[in-house]
Every structure is written in C-alpha cells, then in structure tokens.
C-alpha cells in the first residue's frame, strides 16, 4: 500500500542551523511529491512539489528514487520557518490522485 | 479572492446529533476532499469528489456521508457522531487538468469535538 513516513515528530534546531526534514514513501510507481506546510493558526497551504524543482523559502527538496525519499532541506532556518510540515504523495490517474500524507514533522526554530 | 471556507469552525456536539459541515470554494474546481487530523496520524482522507454527483470513500470514511450537487458545495454530514470523530476537518479542492501536480487548496478546518 502506498505510504508516507515522517519519522521525526519534532524537530528542533537554533536560528542559522541547517534543516532537514525526513520523507520516505512507498510506492512501486512514479509518484507525484509534496511538501505542505501550516503555521501556526494558518491553513495548510503547498510550499513545494517535487515536478517543479523550485527552491520556496530557502527550502528544496529532492526526490531520490532509489532511496524513496523526498527529504526537505534549508541551509540556514529562520524563526518563521516553525511551522507543521507534511509530506505527501498522489498517484494515478489525474481525477482520482488523492493525496496521502505523512504524520506531519513539528519545526521549532530557536532564536 | 480565491479560496476555500468551511462552516463552522469550531463545533462542540453531543453523541448521536446529527451535524454537517459546509465547504464552499469559488475557483470552479473539479475535485474537492475531506480530511481529518488527528495527532501523530497526519491527515487522512475521509470521500472525495471528482465532479458534480461523483463521489468516493477515502480511507477512513466510516460514520461519514457527503454529497456533491453543486460544483462548489462539498458538505461533509455525521449522521450520528461519536466521541472518535472528535477532530481537527479540513475540506481541500483542486481543479482537474489532467496533471496530478496541481496542488490542493485547503479550508481553514472545522474543530468537531462530539462529547
């Protein structure tokens, strides 16, 4: 069955460290990978998907295949960076692509 | 402004009261979901809709009914809520042009606690 794992509940590092949140997933095909991001009283909202290789907020995120990981990278957080991030995974057809999220990694940046 | 909005936003019930909780978006999406989180689970989708009377179960849609007669309304229904559906909803669209990268737009949440 499809999954995604989020192994980190928390993540907590001090303002200028590097970030990175963990992503593995299962699945046999090519999927289509997300990651989402909800501040704090603010809804979930997209930061970055995997087809558009785009750098969002200082963040990145690559899929790595072999590894079935899609790990989000940030080489200096930032305060505003704390925030719930998810990782999610679609697949199949288009009218039918729903999305399947990890648990969901807490980042707390220090100042 | 685009967007997706939910009614109400914080709900408090008792066991067994029907409830329904609206979701409206405005950008002539196709495809519209349910979801519930809950600590430590993530989000989990709950029925999804592709389009107008096209409805299907998620993962975890017991307790749970919905209906699709219009293309911007995706109400989410409890029929007779428990305790375990005490959750944090999130309703989400996301139009249908063929490519599954086009992102979802989630709703602010509805907090259900049923008592």
């Known amino acids: 069955a499809q999954r995604v794992t989020q192994p980190e509940k928390l993540l907590s590092v001090f303002k200028g460290a590097p970030v990175e949140l963990k992503c593995n997933y299962s699945?046999?095909?090519?999927?289509?990978l997300f990651w989402y991001v909800q501040y704090s009283r603010q809804r979930l909202q997209l930061l970055l998907r995997?087809?558009s290789r785009e750098s969002i907020k200082g963040f990145t995120a690559d899929l790595n295949k072999g590894e079935t990981s899609f790990h989000l990278k940030k080489p200096f957080a930032q305060e505003e960076d704390s925030a719930m991030y998810y990782c999610a995974l679609t697949f199949g057809s288009s009218n039918t692509g729903k999305l399947i999220f990890g648990q969901g990694t807490t980042l707390q940046v220090k100042p | 402004e685009a967007q997706v909005t939910q009614n109400p936003r914080y709900l408090i019930t008792v066991t067994g009261k029907k409830l329904t909780v609206t979701c409206s978006q405005n950008?002539?999406?196709?495809?519209m979901s349910w979801y519930r989180q809950d600590p430590g689970l993530g989000l989990r989708q709950i029925y999804y809709s592709m389009n107008v009377e096209v409805t299907d179960k998620g993962d975890v849609p017991e307790g749970y009914k919905v209906s699709r007669k219009e293309k911007r309304n995706f109400p989410l229904i409890l029929e007779s809520p428990s305790p375990n559906q005490t959750s944090l909803y999130f309703c989400?669209?996301?139009?249908?042009?063929?490519?599954?990268?086009?992102?979802?737009?989630f709703g602010p949440g509805t907090r259900l606690t049923v008592t």
């Open positions: 989400a669209s996301r139009p249908d042009r063929g490519l599954l990268s086009y992102e979802q737009y």
């Open positions: 699945y046999s095909g090519s999927p289509e």
């Open positions: 950008m002539n999406h196709e495809y």
């Open positions: 995997h087809i």
